[in-house]
């Protein structure tokens, strides 16, 4: 079975500092797919970012980029000049041939003024 | 266009009594699923709509838990006599191909009380 672990529970930081979010996960597929979903308190979740496994070169998307590295099985996500706007829970999410998403337990992200 | 919705937004609940949830995909979406996310579980998947194929069901974690897609568009989650520990948000996702890694867009989800 797959799972996603993300080890921090909540993250602050200033306005315009760069922060990275953590993720590990443990799967046996060689075929799969990575994401970052972000959810405000509107409760929309939202995909940030996203990863194939295949893919050696890490994703990119503006001030949102990974650092995947597949024999750790890591997945971070690192947000640049970060804004009030991205306050947020983040979820680490992972999907194989079965389609569904396994998700982590989520990062609680404030971004301070 | 529009995205996924889902109704109603909130709904309260007596233990005991049934509740159905109700999502509406993106039009054109063949791929749908429904987790229910909670404070003690975190998000979880429960089930998943392809198509005219057999659903994956194997989120359920009772079978008080049931759902139907009608036409291959609308789907219904349907709780019977619920419990205390049912109450969540239910979110529901849809996604466009059955090919792996396309983006699941998710509704703004249902928050489930049971009193």
């Known amino acids: 079975a797959q799972t996603v672990t993300q080890s921090q529970p909540e993250m602050s930081v200033q306005e315009a500092e760069t922060v990275t979010l953590s993720c590990t996960y443990d799967?046996?597929?060689?075929?799969?797919?990575l994401f970052w979903y972000k959810q405000p308190p509107s409760r929309q979740m939202i995909l940030v970012i996203r990863?194939?496994?295949?893919?050696?070169q890490n994703a990119t998307e503006n001030r949102f980029s990974v650092n995947f590295q597949k024999a750790a099985k890591s997945f971070s996500l690192k947000i640049s000049d970060s804004q009030l706007g991205d306050t947020a829970m983040y979820f680490c999410?992972?999907?194989?041939?079965?389609?569904?998403?396994?998700f982590g337990q989520g990062t609680r992200l404030t971004i301070n003024p | 266009g529009a995205g996924v919705s889902q109704s109603p937004s909130n709904k309260v609940t007596e233990k005991g009594k049934d509740v159905e949830l109700r999502c509406d995909p993106i039009?054109?979406?063949?791929?749908l699923y429904w987790y229910r996310q909670s404070l003690g579980q975190g998000l979880e998947f429960l089930i998943y709509?392809?198509?005219?194929?057999?659903?994956?069901k194997s989120g359920l974690p009772s079978d008080r838990f049931s759902a139907e897609r009608t036409g291959g568009s609308v789907s219904t989650l349907t709780i019977q006599r619920t419990q205390q520990e049912d109450s969540a948000v239910y979110l529901c996702?849809?996604?466009?191909?059955?090919?792996?890694?396309?983006?699941?867009?998710f509704g703004p989800g249902t928050r489930l009380t049971v009193l």
């Open positions: 996702a849809s996604s466009s191909a059955v090919a792996g890694g396309n983006e699941q867009f």
């Open positions: 799967t046996s597929e060689n075929n799969y797919y």
């Open positions: 990863q194939e496994a295949y893919k050696q």
């Open positions: 999410a992972f999907t194989g041939g079965a389609q569904k998403l396994v």
């Open positions: 039009s054109g979406h063949t791929a």
């Open positions: 709509f392809q198509g005219n194929s057999a659903p994956d």
